[in-house]
């Protein structure tokens, strides 16, 4: 078998830029590619370590290199008179958004779903990559088992499991399953991310978005802070919270590791924004988020955080915030 998985990696990467830049749904347009990348590399170091072989890893790797490939389609959740809409599986879907470029991925996906384009809902980007995944796999002349085994993997990676079998394909599922976890809700840059969705949620919502040092309190209270709810009870802070799913929802040791790893930065600074934040420090990392929220028309991580380090290089925890997200980024440490 002969496979270039940079060559799916262009693929994923042309396809992508087929939809116009800027926010697309929950993020900008190319955390797409960024993110595929990480996942990759995570998917690798989750397998080395839980034993996998060579080719398993492999595929793992052909799997999570495809596995967002239609996420473009999916905007903010779709709601119909103010209710979630749900696919025949009780999935929740997403309103649809059309590239304004085509290349062979996006006539596929129409191929596949005829009348796509005039639907108020995308098809679940794990059930639509599935499919596309496979033709494409079939076409560079992989086998029908193996393009379908890649396509289950890519099909399961946001549903929740089902069983406990634990064969070799299962465990693969919970391998690329974590990678996709870790990579969206641990580390600096889910940090960034949730920043920047601040002021996206706050321009969606027609509410005014000048006071940029409010908003990012308001990160701050989103992030680190318990809410209230309308019945008096009283819901755990974000971050809390995702630290209380690493349990349930990651499945392997390592990646349970490395979620707790990242977990334990996202509190640390958490404690030290709460820290600023009473003191009105200046040039510390609530200018650094500051100065996130500004670019939020264009986010690009890696200029962010590069730029940043370099605008706020008297702070010690900058300079480390910075430097741990840009090795996050260049998948250097995990
Ligand atoms: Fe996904
Ligand atoms: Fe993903």
């Given at each position: 078998?002969?496979?270039?998985?940079?060559?799916?990696?262009?693929?994923?990467?042309?396809?992508?830029?087929?939809?116009?830049?800027?926010?697309?749904?929950?993020s900008w347009r190319d955390y797409v590619i960024g993110h595929t990348k990480r996942v990759r590399n995570l998917v690798k170091v989750i397998g080395k370590s839980e034993g996998l072989d060579r080719l398993d890893i492999l595929q793992l790797e052909i799997a999570a290199a495809?596995?967002?490939?239609?996420?473009?389609?999916?905007?903010?959740?779709?709601?119909?008179?103010?209710?979630?809409?749900?696919?025949?599986?009780?999935?929740?879907?997403?309103?649809?958004?059309?590239?304004?470029?085509?290349?062979?991925?996006?006539?596929?996906?129409?191929?596949?779903?005829?009348?796509?384009?005039?639907?108020?809902?995308?098809?679940?980007?794990?059930?639509?990559?599935?499919?596309?995944?496979?033709?494409?796999?079939?076409?560079?002349?992989?086998?029908?088992?193996?393009?379908?085994?890649?396509?289950?993997?890519?099909?399961?990676?946001?549903?929740?499991?089902?069983?406990?079998?634990?064969?070799?394909?299962?465990?693969?599922?919970?391998?690329?399953?974590?990678?996709?976890?870790?990579?969206?809700?641990?580390?600096?840059?889910?940090?960034?991310?949730?920043?920047?969705?601040?002021?996206?949620?706050?321009?969606?919502?027609?509410?005014?978005?000048?006071?940029?040092?409010?908003?990012?309190?308001?990160?701050?209270?989103?992030?680190?802070?318990?809410?209230?709810?309308?019945?008096?009870?009283?819901?755990?802070?974000?971050?809390?919270?995702?630290?209380?799913?690493?349990?349930?929802?990651?499945?392997?040791?390592?990646?349970?590791?490395?979620?707790?790893?990242?977990?334990?930065?996202?509190?640390?600074?958490?404690?030290?924004?709460?820290?600023?934040?009473?003191?009105?420090?200046?040039?510390?990392?609530?200018?650094?988020?500051?100065?996130?929220?500004?670019?939020?028309?264009?986010?690009?991580?890696?200029?962010?955080?590069?730029?940043?380090?370099?605008?706020?290089?008297?702070?010690?925890?900058?300079?480390?915030?910075?430097?741990?997200?840009?090795?996050?980024?260049?998948?250097?440490?995990?």
């Amino acid at each position: 078998m002969s496979i270039h998985i940079e060559g799916l990696e262009r693929k994923l990467e042309e396809t992508v830029k087929c939809w116009r830049d800027g926010w697309v749904g929950l993020s900008w347009r190319d955390y797409v590619i960024g993110h595929t990348k990480r996942v990759r590399n995570l998917v690798k170091v989750i397998g080395k370590s839980e034993g996998l072989d060579r080719l398993d890893i492999l595929q793992l790797e052909i799997a999570a290199a495809l596995h967002d490939i239609t996420k473009e389609f999916e905007g903010l959740q779709a709601k119909t008179d103010g209710q979630t809409v749900k696919d025949e599986d009780g999935l929740y879907l997403s309103e649809m958004v059309l590239p304004v470029r085509r290349n062979d991925v996006v006539d596929r996906y129409f191929e596949l779903y005829l009348g796509a384009e005039q639907s108020p809902t995308a098809v679940l980007h794990s059930k639509s990559g599935a499919k596309i995944a496979k033709w494409i796999l079939l076409r560079k002349g992989l086998s029908q088992n193996y393009a379908s085994e890649v396509a289950y993997l890519i099909k399961n990676h946001i549903l929740p499991y089902d069983g406990i079998d634990k064969d070799r394909l299962f465990v693969m599922r919970q391998i690329l399953k974590d990678a996709d976890i870790i990579d969206s809700s641990f580390g600096l840059n889910t940090f960034y991310r949730t920043a920047l969705y601040r002021v996206r949620k706050q321009i969606s919502e027609g509410k005014p978005t000048d006071d940029v040092y409010d908003l990012a309190v308001s990160f701050f209270e989103h992030m680190y802070e318990p809410t209230t709810n309308l019945d008096g009870s009283s819901k755990d802070c974000w971050v809390n919270r995702v630290g209380n799913s690493i349990e349930t929802d990651i499945r392997t040791t390592t990646a349970k590791a490395i979620a707790q790893k990242r977990h334990a930065l996202m509190a640390k600074y958490g404690a030290r924004l709460e820290a600023e934040i009473d003191t009105g420090t200046k040039n510390g990392l609530m200018d650094m988020v500051v100065y996130f929220m500004q670019n939020h028309a264009d986010p690009n991580p890696r200029r962010d955080f590069t730029e940043a380090r370099k605008l706020y290089t008297a702070n010690q925890d900058v300079r480390i915030f910075c430097d741990i997200s840009l090795s996050e980024i260049d998948c250097i440490s995990f």
